[in-house]
């Protein structure tokens, strides 16, 4: 338990914000599997400003979400200051992140992402103007480093926490390993003993046993996770779990996978319309379906699949085929 600012935390599992992922039916789906905190995916300064309609649409928070991080991006003071205090005053989010980490050339030639990760000084004149100007708690998600020879990751959590920062998400990898390689965790652990504010690690928390350790070596206050909840927010339920009494639980079966995916399936529709959301969740889907037996030749039909009809036709087939297969290894057993 932990709080930012003043805002409770009722566990230390914090779900990551992933572009293209962490929109309201998939963060929806994993706090329903126990995450303290959802983020949702970076959204762009300027689309705030000029009230494009994608962007507008993006800021959309369902109450059963909170607490909720809302991330902005951007390079620039005037349009990240203004693009806050519409999310401080226009959206239902109770923390506003700071995107610092982003390693995509397209976010970093705008100077935003993780090009700060250069300039501590941008830092803390950014998250100063940003802190100042509005009311909710101001977070920074940034990585440890652009590269293995600018690596700041203290003085630059050290200027968030200066500049009236509530705390950092510290992911252990440099902008130009991207998602490749290891993550540091020794460089989580030097931030944590040189900041008084919460420090969430990230990178490399595949199991629940992972976060265990993360938050043992490290010392830090919250453990992110991303990549592994894809598909799979049982991974946030078990970890969840596994912190409080030591305990593992058991994976889930064929059909609650499937049951979950058409959850997800049904919320994205609501939230997008049938044609963009089956589209949208062929990835999710072929996520959802690792580690079933006999997988890879309904993935490729997944990506066939036009309507919600088509998927769940092919999702049901994939238990029923499940089940009975177990059925009949117990009769021969």
């Not at 390689?181 to 040189?194: C, H, M, S, T």
């Not at 088509?310 to 297969?325: F, G, N, P, Q, W």
């Amino acid at each position: 338990m932990f709080k930012i600012g003043d805002i409770e935390l009722k566990n230390r599992v914090v779900l990551a914000p992933m572009a293209g992922v962490c929109n309201s039916a998939f963060r929806l789906t994993v706090k329903e599997f126990g995450a303290g905190l959802v983020c949702a995916e970076m959204v762009s300064d300027k689309g705030i400003v000029i009230k494009n309609e994608k962007t507008m649409n993006m800021l959309y928070i369902d109450e059963r979400e909170k607490p909720l991080s809302l991330q902005i991006f951007g390079g620039e003071k005037e349009t990240l200051v203004e693009a806050a205090q519409f999310v401080d005053k226009n959206s239902n989010a109770d923390i506003i992140d700071i995107n610092m980490g982003c390693p995509v050339p397209k976010i970093t030639k705008c100077d935003a992402g993780a090009k700060w990760l250069l300039d501590p000084d941008k830092i803390y004149e950014m998250v100063s103007a940003v802190t100042a100007a509005v009311d909710k708690p101001v977070t920074v998600k940034m990585r440890m480093g652009w590269d293995e020879d600018h690596i700041y990751a203290v003085r630059n959590a050290q200027a968030v926490e200066s500049a009236g920062g509530k705390a950092v998400s510290l992911h252990g990898r440099t902008r130009v390993q991207m998602y490749e390689g290891k993550a540091n965790w020794d460089i989580i652990r030097e931030v944590k003993q040189n900041i008084n504010i919460p420090l969430i690690g990230n990178g490399d928390v595949m199991t629940s046993q992972d976060a265990k350790r993360m938050l043992e070596e490290t010392g830090c206050d919250g453990v992110m996770i991303g990549r592994a909840a894809l598909g799979n927010p049982w991974m946030i339920y078990r970890t969840v779990k596994y912190l409080e009494t030591g305990e593992l639980m058991d994976e889930p079966s064929v059909r609650e996978k499937i049951d979950v995916c058409i959850l997800h399936l049904d919320r994205l529709i609501a939230l997008k319309n049938e044609y963009i959301a089956v589209r949208e969740m062929r990835k999710h889907a072929a996520w959802y379906l690792k580690g079933i037996r006999g997988n890879a030749k309904v993935r490729n039909a997944v990506n066939e699949c036009n309507t919600r009809e088509d998927l769940v036709t092919l999702l049901t087939a994939l238990v029923i085929e499940a089940e009975e297969k177990e059925q009949s290894q117990m009769q021969v057993g």
